[in-house]
């Protein structure tokens, strides 16, 4: 596609159940970053991967958080058991550029609500 | 460790009127600075970005930044304001190439008629 799309692109939930938000990165596009963006915290890193494996994973806030990449391409964020404090925007992006051009194009990001 | 620092949350001009939004920054390698703009209920939309070479870097829409290292500085400014720029603003930092973003607070512009 021309973009990184993700889906779904808004998401009510109720606190204890599990989501999964799901991004797809533009083609050819190798490395793939998700963040959070959230009224009290801002925009924040929580994870980077680089082809199917996650050499970056410092920026998950707890263990509810975990996210995998298949096939070099999409990826899905899964939080488990949610709580009130994990409604934000989670926004997407994959990196494009080698040698000094590298830059990260976002998503339109999945809106999360939990209630 | 990398930080941004973003001053004024909140930043209003009239059309017409030359925009100046603030953006210092943090970083012990030498830093690779962005400003996105993001309009109500979208993404990150890049408008600009700073990695080599050239210091004074012109972006989308009219909009120019310049490094300034001595300072710590990376300023976004367009010379005159338009409605369609009313949106929020964010700069960012990153070491090499795929290290992750770090962003600034945000300065949201609006413009006056």
């Known amino acids: 596609g021309a973009g990184v799309s993700q889906s779904p692109s808004n998401k009510v939930t109720e606190k204890g159940k599990d989501v999964e938000l799901r991004c797809d990165p533009i083609?050819?596009?190798?490395?793939l970053y998700w963040y959070r963006q959230s009224l009290g915290q801002g925009l924040e890193f929580l994870i980077y991967?680089?082809?199917?494996?996650?050499p970056d994973k410092s920026g998950l806030p707890s263990d509810r958080f975990s996210a995998e990449r298949t096939g070099g391409s999409v990826s899905t964020l899964t939080i488990q058991r949610t709580q009130q404090e994990d409604s934000a925007v989670y926004l997407c992006?994959?990196?494009w550029g080698t040698g000094g051009e590298e830059t990260q194009y976002f998503g339109p990001g999945t809106r999360l609500l939990v209630l | 460790a990398q930080s941004v620092t973003q001053l004024g949350s909140h930043v209003s001009v009239s059309e017409g009127a030359l925009v100046l939004l603030r953006c210092n920054y943090s970083?012990?390698?030498?830093?690779?600075l962005f400003w996105y703009v993001q309009y109500p209920n979208q993404g990150l939309q890049l408008l600009l970005k700073?990695?080599?070479?050239?210091?004074l870097v012109k972006g989308i829409n009219g909009f120019e930044a310049e490094f300034k290292k001595s300072e710590t500085s990376f300023h976004l400014t367009k010379p005159s304001a338009h409605m369609s720029d009313a949106a929020e603003y964010f700069c960012?930092?990153?070491?090499?190439?795929?290290?992750?973003?770090?962003f600034g607070s945000g300065t949201r512009l609006q413009v006056q008629p």
């Open positions: 960012a930092v990153s070491g090499t190439g795929r290290r992750a973003l770090t």
């Open positions: 970083s012990s390698v030498p830093p690779y």
């Open positions: 700073y990695t080599t070479g050239a210091t």
């Open positions: 083609s050819g596009h190798t490395a």
């Open positions: 991967f680089q082809g199917n494996s996650a």
């Open positions: 992006a994959s990196l």
